[in-house]
């Protein structure tokens, strides 16, 4: 009888340590606000953010992918995040004189990128069906221009860094297409 109460009290313990059902129900009903999805961080369709480039920061808006090269020619960048599989060109208002880079993937078609200028450092983004390596960058003159998303297996991280100054103006804005 004595074994029987202690398998049932070892039984229980780790049942509720391995949060096996009813636990997780249970918990659920008792503590509703907790458990519902937070929508705050899912972001809308076609959302941009412009952050500082640092490294380790997700160079997508919607994945945790980041650039694990040791290159360091984005420093004092300014990252452009978008959705991992955006398809919309990107309008871009230049306000100051640019440098504009691209990573690319060469599962991607890259032929919208022809007259970019290929570098010889390599970054090492690496995502669930592609891995975006090549950096291409071009000088951008005041005005509009309009920028290709990349793809068709994702589109391809853009970071901006203005010409001759660090400036907290990123000396542009976008206008999303």
């Known amino acids: 009888m004595i074994l029987l109460f202690l398998t049932g009290i070892v039984a229980g313990a780790a049942w509720k340590h391995f949060n096996i059902a009813p636990f997780p ?16 961080n899912i972001p809308e369709r076609n959302a941009i953010a412009i952050v500082l480039y640092r490294k380790n920061v997700p160079l997508f808006i919607d994945r945790h992918y980041f650039d694990s ?35 690319l993937s060469e599962a991607n078609d890259n032929t919208p990128f022809a007259d970019w200028d290929r570098s010889n450092l390599k970054a090492k983004v690496e995502g669930a069906g592609c891995t975006h390596e090549i950096i291409i960058q071009k000088k951008l003159a005041m005005g509009e221009h309009f920028l290709p998303a990349g793809g068709p297996i994702a589109s391809s991280p853009l970071l901006v860094r203005i010409i001759g100054e660090n400036a907290s103006d990123p000396g542009f804005e976008i206008q999303s297409r």
């Not at 918990?27 to 907790?34: A, D, I, L, T």
């Not at 290159?71 to 871009?92: A, C």
């Open 69 to 103: 090269s040791e290159t360091e020619i984005f420093d004092g960048s300014y990252l452009i995040q978008v959705q991992r599989h955006r398809t919309n060109d990107l309008k871009l208002l230049v306000k100051k004189e640019l440098i504009a880079y691209r990573i």
């Open 25 to 40: 129900q249970l918990h659920r009903w008792s503590h509703p606000q907790s458990e519902m999805p937070s929508t705050t």
